[in-house]
């Protein structure tokens, strides 16, 4: 049975850091696409990073470019988000995101992930 655990969010304020890591049992990181995903209050779930681990690649929004990193640690099958210089608007419900697949992992829709956490609380005050 697999199953998606999400660690790290919390109330930061404005230019603090947090770091999110996600595991998923019965599931390898490597060699698939994996990545975070956030929700605003009122808006749409968006793409915030993503990692093609058998390619060593990683994309990120353009809101986060700079500030946010996404990491993979094999050996622990740890997915992690180091978000620094956190703003406002980077306020939202984190979800870690896994697929079975390491095709097109940049190009992926979101329905094609597999399995999904049940989301992290992060707040960003001023």
């Known amino acids: 049975q697999v199953k998606v655990m999400e660690f790290g969010g919390g109330s930061v304020q404005a230019g603090g850091s947090l770091r999110l890591s996600c595991t998923v049992t019965?599931?390898?990181?490597?060699?698939?696409?994996a990545g975070w995903f956030r929700q605003a209050p009122g808006r749409g779930r968006e793409e915030v990073a993503l990692?093609?681990?058998?390619?060593?690649?990683?994309d990120y929004a353009e809101a986060v470019k700079g500030r946010f990193s996404v990491t993979q640690d094999n050996a622990n099958n740890i997915l992690s988000l180091q978000m620094n210089d956190l703003e406002p608007e980077d306020t939202g419900i984190y979800y870690c995101?896994?697929?079975?697949?390491?095709?097109?992992?940049?190009?992926?829709?979101?329905?094609?992930?597999?399995?999904w956490g049940q989301g992290t609380q992060v707040t960003v005050s001023s």
């Open positions: 995101a896994a697929a079975r697949t390491n095709w097109d992992c940049f190009t992926l829709p979101q329905h094609a992930y597999n399995y």
């Open positions: 990692i093609s681990s058998g390619r060593d690649l990683t």
């Open positions: 019965g599931y390898r990181f490597s060699d698939n696409c």
